[in-house]
């Protein structure tokens, strides 16, 4: 009931595509979805967060789509750049409770 | 304003040897934690804290103490270095922003290998 499965493992995306980064949970009383962004070497900084009182969330060229029923989280990069590339983490937890489950991680190379 | 700050950067210990990893925020969050990052494995909540003299345990606990004497300080205590406590470590800390989201600042993490 606590795991946070994401996919893919890894994602090799053209200059200028669109990166789709998955995630799903299992406890419905989580109510916090951040995404995380990680360069080599530094730590998760926060990238974006929804919770599931809307279905999508936009700031800038990153958008998080939520799906309550599904249980489902995606993150989209859209017009992916090179100094996107970087690892991708999704993390789920019911806020106030200060404890997060974070996903496996997402490994992306945006090609120049 | 640093933000969140650890030392040091890098360890290397022996099995059975013990230390302290240092965390400090400026932030004046209540709330602290640390992680390990493994690889394939994403980040996993060791102990935490919501507010200085309280503490508690995330997913993987065991071989760790924590104490939270001050707001800024959660130092994370390894009692006895096992192997399988090399990883990347990550303080954390957190507030919540008008009562609904909680936003968590990472610390730039301590490499320890342990032989």
């Known amino acids: 009931q606590q795991q946070v499965k994401q996919s893919p493992q890894s994602l090799i995306v053209q200059k200028g595509g669109i990166s789709i980064i998955n995630c799903a949970y299992e406890?419905?009383?989580?109510?916090?979805f951040p995404w995380y962004q990680q360069f080599p070497g530094k730590g998760p900084a926060l990238l974006i967060a929804i919770r599931p009182d809307v279905s999508e969330k936009k700031e800038g060229r990153f958008t998080i789509s939520f799906n309550k029923s599904a249980k489902q989280f995606s993150l989209h990069i859209m017009d992916s750049q090179p100094g996107d590339s970087a690892t991708y983490f999704c993390a789920a937890g019911a806020s106030g409770t200060y404890k997060y489950i974070f996903g496996t991680g997402t490994r992306l190379k945006v090609l120049a | 304003n640093a933000g969140v700050t650890q030392t040091p950067k890098f360890q290397v210990l022996k099995t059975g040897q013990s230390m302290t990893l240092q965390c400090a925020q400026d932030?004046?969050?209540?709330?602290m934690s640390w992680y390990r990052q493994d690889p394939g494995m994403g980040l996993r909540l060791i102990h935490y804290?919501?507010?200085?003299?309280?503490?508690d345990q995330g997913e993987v606990p065991n071989g760790y103490n924590v104490s939270r004497s001050t707001t800024e300080d959660f130092p994370l205590r390894l009692l006895s270095a096992a192997p399988s406590q090399t990883s990347v470590y990550f303080c954390a800390s957190s507030h919540r922003v008008a009562g609904v989201t909680d936003t968590q600042y990472f610390g730039p993490g301590t490499r320890l290998t342990v032989l």
């Open positions: 406890n419905t009383a989580f109510d916090y």
């Open positions: 932030m004046n969050h209540e709330y």
């Open positions: 804290s919501v507010g200085a003299g309280i503490t």
